[in-house]
């Protein structure tokens, strides 16, 4: 639990700075208070190979193909 705290407080306060910040999780509704504060969310279930080229695929269309950071907390 301490890490997702950690990286909850991460994206709150990454967000706000400039930095565009896609959070995932296997379940949508975990996410659904950073959704209500304008993050991108993505469901991701990271056992599933489909899931994960998805996501990707999606990530690139809405940075350009751009990734400057990656946390995992997998």
């Known amino acids: 639990m301490i890490y997702f705290l950690t990286l909850y407080y991460v994206v709150l306060t990454k967000s706000p700075t400039g930095l565009r910040v896609i959070a995932t999780s296997c379940r949508l509704e975990a996410m ?25 695929d999606d990530v690139a269309a809405l940075t350009g193909g751009r990734l400057d950071i990656l946390v995992n907390n997998a």
Request: no cysteine; charged share 30%; glycine share 4%.
């Open 32 to 56: 659904e208070d950073l959704a209500k504060q304008g993050i991108v969310t993505m469901q991701l279930d990271v056992t599933d190979v489909n899931a994960i080229r998805r996501v990707r």
